[in-house]
């Protein structure tokens, strides 16, 4: 293309400025520029393999390109539970809050660890809307959910979760009892903490709380 414009130029007589030869450098290297790779990544995203939508996913959280969000939102519906994470995982690097209705429709996805990012995002957007859905999951069957629903609950430290997060210090699996120590701490909610009538210790109203948590509450409310 240049060799032809540069060729034209002469034939014709014409002496080309300096300004105008860069400019026929520019559009010769410009018809030879790659395919944008925001749009590559998101054709990727149809892609029939798995892995490869997943990795797809991956290039356009690292772009943190607003213009991902309703392709990854989309992709919240994938057949592939591992892609519905990712996807879920993407967003919280985009705060738009267009993505908290979708996040929370997630919080019903049948595998578990899905539910659990969604969770985790829902509470980096810091929207209200995802304080109630959150509550919800709390009383989720899986451990990791109601773990990951507490930090979220944490994150966005509103004073109604207070309450759902007392009975989790009850929970037997030790990541919900200090990760709701951790959320409560979040709230300075210290009604989780209680003086001690006969020792005049302070303990957990909750019986059996491992030490750590209450190590994380103190953490949190300094």
Request: hydrophobic share 50%.
């Amino acid at each position: 293309m240049k060799l032809k414009i540069m060729i034209a130029a002469c034939g014709l007589g014409l002496a080309l400025s300096p300004v105008a030869l860069c400019s026929v450098f520019y559009f010769s290297a410009s018809s030879r520029q790659k395919p944008d790779e925001f749009a590559q990544q998101v054709q990727r995203l149809k892609s029939a393999s798995a892995a490869d939508r997943h990795d797809a996913i991956d290039k356009l959280a690292e772009m943190e390109d607003p213009r991902a969000l309703e392709p990854l939102i989309a992709m919240l519906k994938d057949a592939d539970s591992e892609v519905r994470a990712a996807a879920a995982n993407a967003l919280g690097g985009l705060p738009d809050k267009r993505a908290v209705e979708p996040l929370i429709g997630l919080l019903k996805d049948e595998v578990a660890f899905v539910r659990s990012a969604a969770a985790r995002v829902l509470g980096q957007l810091n929207d209200k809307r995802a304080v109630e859905p959150l509550m919800a999951a709390l009383k989720d069957s899986n451990t990791s959910v109601c773990a990951a629903a507490a930090m979220g609950l944490g994150a966005l430290k509103d004073e109604r979760a207070g309450p759902a997060l007392l009975p989790m210090l009850r929970e037997p699996a030790p990541d919900v009892r200090s990760t709701a120590a951790a959320a409560l701490g979040d709230l300075r909610d210290r009604r989780a903490v209680v003086p001690s009538a006969k020792a005049g210790e302070t303990r957990f109203t909750s019986p059996g709380v491992i030490p750590q948590c209450l190590l994380l509450f103190a953490y949190h409310l300094t």
